[in-house]
């Protein structure tokens, strides 16, 4: 006996920046569907991920779906999307200026990095610029927490990476907002 999910589409979408790539399984076709759009097309669609998804649905279900409505998503199981704009902007040193908000002693921390050196005996390293203008220490500290910690600890919060963090001195965001202020103030 099947499982619900069984009638539901999986999307997989890669939004670059010529084009956006979006595949979709599909039930009852093994090779699943692939559609290609050019990642802007102000004249025909305002966002290409959505857009692929809206006409292979339109397909797969056999109703329309209006552009200017949201998408149904009973028939969608999941949808994973990646992009390499962001990632091509850091490779390039393209985009928008960046500020780093760090927790206070770690200023250098990217700067210094792992510190793994291929050619260890090389006189004249070259590193790529910093991503980042400023450098914000944020005066905060979270350590992780043992096993043995009671996790129902208000100073206990799950990270990320699903480890549990404790709190040990929370962000004063009322200190922090001036100097976040200060650096929009800078602009262009």
Do not use: H
Not at 67 to 77: C, F, H, L, M, V
């Amino acid at each position: 006996m099947g499982s619900a999910n069984d009638n539901r589409l999986r999307f997989c979408i890669d939004r670059g920046g010529t084009f956006t790539d979006v595949y979709a399984e599909i039930p009852g076709q093994p090779d699943g569907q692939v559609l290609k759009l050019l990642s802007v097309d102000p004249s025909n669609y305002d966002d290409a991920p959505v857009e692929g998804i809206r006409r292979i649905l339109e397909e797969f279900t056999g109703k329309k779906i209006s552009r200017a409505s949201k998408i149904p998503t009973d028939k969608i199981e999941w949808i994973r999307m990646g992009t390499t704009v962001a990632t091509n902007a850091l490779l390039e040193r393209k985009g928008e200026r960046i500020a780093l908000c760090v927790t206070r002693g770690f200023r250098d921390l990217l700067q210094i990095g792992n510190q793994a050196r291929p050619k260890i005996f090389d006189l004249t390293v070259s590193k790529p610029s910093n991503l980042y203008e400023e450098v914000i220490e944020v005066d905060e500290r979270v350590e992780l927490a043992n096993d043995n910690q009671d996790s129902s600890s208000a100073s206990l919060v799950k990270g990320v990476s699903g480890e549990m963090v404790k709190v040990v001195k929370p962000i004063d965001v009322e200190t922090l907002k001036p100097l976040l202020q200060g650096l929009l103030g800078e602009g262009d």
